[in-house]
């Protein structure tokens, strides 16, 4: 029998007994009392099924915060034995950094899944917060209907023993709520511990950590592309526009450009394996975006700092009346392995109705020089280099020719890891910054004089403008360190391929002794009718 009736019952019983005994004014006041205590009985049952309801909300939050809190134990065991094994690493051979800096990665990935569930909790503490605070709600009604039944009591001994009733239910409340604040308590006490055994923190959240941690960048370059990639092997000097762009990004973070850089030789086909397994940080080597690569592997393009096409020499003891890419019917062509250029130059013998024979090499330049084919096709900058040094060197006994048509888009790019923002915006904007530099007049020479009163000065020579990362924000005069290092575009533009004396202001037109002229090209400053111009720097 429910508690209601027997309630109804006993007031009856009582009531009846009371009309006996103390006259039709005590009866009335018995009656009215009876009515009061009726209604407090039933707001107490409401009461009483509101709070099992919450109780329940409860029990299923802490089960899910136990969910969590293992998750967040299983990424910290493995986060802990990383760490050990990259100490081990560390004792037994200093030559396994590429190892290392994987698991630096991987903590990383495990850092970020804590931070997640870390978030989780959060939620499932504002809840446990919100249902704290209705609970204190419900025990002020408690409190106040104790209250009135006590009142009851002492106006009338004969309801003793429905108020003796009605404590019993009181007091099986005040269990209960004592019950949920100590459950509440407990989950407090959980999500403080959960909070103290997760503050391990990871350093190397990025690869600018990681560089700034080892002390050392590894740039994946060229060796053998004058103006580009070049390596002097009797001085040891190296070249170009890519070993320039290098050097800036690493004065950028603070590096030392002389000395803080190693060079990684990435070969055609296998550097974005050599960029993904983190055996360089950074490619720098004539690398053409291209929308497979963007979306297949593990890149992610940063800025173009050129602008090239893919062109085809010719060895004119071969085909001594050629003036034309198209006066090549027949021929051989050697094509680097892993290049886009084999599917360009595919397409444009196809689109032209010709034949040619395709040799896949791994060093088209020497194939060429030997005779192997009877032209080779590849970047209009990488064609240029070769027919210079070959001349310079006397390597080839016969006459070659580039021919005038350029058969494709190829923009050149910086390329780092997917995923990796923090340290793809530090290489992009070292580059836009540089053309920005000469956009604005400032150079290697003038940079510590020119007026910052000009807000658009003052930012790129005195403004973080939020690069970098928590653990390594890069310096405010990051941009100083740059012109320092290599000037602005312009200068390394001109001391890659020209004579070396631009002074940085004057255009392109003021190049002189140029292997690869950047005056009317897609090379040259935006300003100038070129491609190349920087998003503001703001």
Known sequence: ????????????????????????????????????????????????????????????????????????????????????????????????????????????????????????????????????????????????????????????????????????????????????????????????????????????????????????????????????????????????????????????????????????????ANRFEMLSNGSVDVLIRTTTWTASRDTELNADFGAINFYDGQGIIVNRDEFPNANSALDLDGASICVAVGSTSAGNIEDYFEENDMDYLAVNSWNEGSDFADGICDALTGDMSGLVAMKWEFEQNDVVDFEMEIMPEVISKEPLASVTRDYDSEWNEVVSWVWYGMITAEELGITSQNYQSVDTSNPSIDRILNDNLGLGTDLNPLDDTWMQSVLNAVGNYGEAYDEAFCDGNYDGISGSDAMVDCLMPRSGTQNALESEGGLQYSPPMR
């Open 1 to 268: 029998m429910k508690k209601k009736s027997v309630i109804i019952i006993v007031l009856i019983l009582i009531s009846s007994s009371l009309a006996g005994c103390a006259g039709d004014e005590s009866k009335d006041r018995t009656d009215q009392l009876e009515i009061k205590v009726m209604k407090n009985q039933d707001m107490m049952n409401s009461l009483n099924q509101t709070i099992e309801g919450l109780e329940d909300n409860i029990l299923l939050l802490n089960s899910t915060i136990d969910t969590r809190s293992s998750q967040i134990s299983n990424y910290e065991e493995q986060i802990s034995l990383y760490m050990i094994e990259i100490s081990e690493l560390n004792e037994q051979n200093s030559s396994m950094s590429a190892e290392i800096d994987q698991m630096y990665l991987n903590i990383t990935s495990f850092k970020s899944s804590i931070t997640i569930l870390e978030a989780e909790i959060v939620v499932l503490e504002t809840t446990m917060m919100s249902l704290t605070t209705q609970i204190s709600s419900l025990e002020a009604v408690k409190v106040s209907l104790e209250a009135e039944v006590s009142l009851l009591t002492s106006n009338n001994r004969g309801l003793s023993l429905v108020n003796q009733n009605a404590a019993a239910e009181i007091s099986e409340l005040q269990d209960l709520a004592m019950a949920l604040n100590a459950t509440i308590s407990n989950l407090i006490e959980t999500i403080e511990d959960m909070e103290a055994n997760s503050s391990f923190s990871v350093n190397w959240s990025s690869t600018l950590d990681i560089i700034l941690n080892r002390g050392e960048m590894k740039c994946g370059v060229k060796e053998g592309q004058y103006g580009m990639g070049y390596l002097d092997y009797d001085t040891g000097v190296r070249s170009g526009l890519d070993i320039l762009y290098c050097k800036a990004i690493a004065a950028a973070i603070g590096l030392d450009p002389d000395s803080d850089i190693e060079y990684v030789l990435s070969g055609g």
